[in-house]
């Protein structure tokens, strides 16, 4: 059975995090779950972004370890790309999307991911994490839109989306995003489970869907439209 996905809108490994992190751990259907923890797209800190977040699961229940590809030749290096076989848990840490996209793109490691999908494993990702996995990336800093890996193929991910008004986002969304896609503009320390068809609200915040003119929230314990 093909794993389950997790869209996490930021601040990953923290206070809140918890029960939604356990629903990641738990759609694994490994007990205790294998989290590997790959720290690429944060830059700054990939060390402590990675023991961080081998501390919060570790301390969740899980069997964590940390899987350090920082770089595009990381990426296909034979003893880090198997070292994803039997993982139940694959979790990108939070931080640059751009340097987690090309590392990631065409590469040994993510087809090793994939196949582990294929094999029940969940792949989840916070804020940069996340927005690589959909069919788009939005750039607003540095301008326009990539196309992602599409993973999650027709989704966009806005992470960090607490506290925005979904009326102004829709506006700027109607202006500028490519056409016929689903945004899901998703809060901190919360997320979306499962995968097309089949998404459920997990953690402390709401995920808010954009289509077109359309938008709506959708708090934490519901499911997303069956069409999303």
Request: with cysteine; proline share 6%; hydrophobic share 40%.
């Amino acid at each position: 059975m093909v794993g389950q996905i997790g869209l996490v809108g930021g601040e990953e490994f923290r206070q809140g995090c918890e029960e939604m992190d356990r629903e990641i751990m738990r759609a694994s259907g490994q007990s205790p779950a294998r989290v590997l923890i790959i720290p690429t797209a944060a830059v700054t800190g990939p060390a402590k972004a990675a023991n961080d977040g081998v501390t919060h699961f570790g301390g969740l229940g899980g069997d964590a370890s940390q899987l350090m590809v920082l770089e595009k030749s990381d990426a296909g290096d034979a003893a880090l790309v198997n070292a994803v076989a039997g993982a139940g848990v694959v979790y990108f840490t939070g931080g640059s999307p751009d340097h987690l996209l090309e590392t990631l793109r065409d590469s040994p490691l993510l087809a090793a991911i994939l196949s582990a999908r294929e094999e029940g494993a969940v792949l989840a990702g916070s804020s940069a994490g996340a927005m690589v996995l959909g069919s788009y990336m939005r750039r607003p800093r540095a301008g326009g839109w990539v196309e992602a890996l599409g993973i999650v193929p027709g989704v966009v991910v806005l992470p960090h989306h607490e506290g925005r008004d979904p009326a102004q986002v829709s506006k700027e969304l109607q202006a500028e995003a490519p056409a016929g896609l689903t945004i899901l503009g998703v809060d901190a320390r919360t997320g979306t489970l499962g995968g097309p068809g089949h998404w459920r609200v997990v953690g402390s915040g709401k995920v808010t869907v954009y289509r077109g003119s359309d938008w709506a929230v959708y708090p934490s314990g519901e499911s997303l439209p069956a069409d999303v």
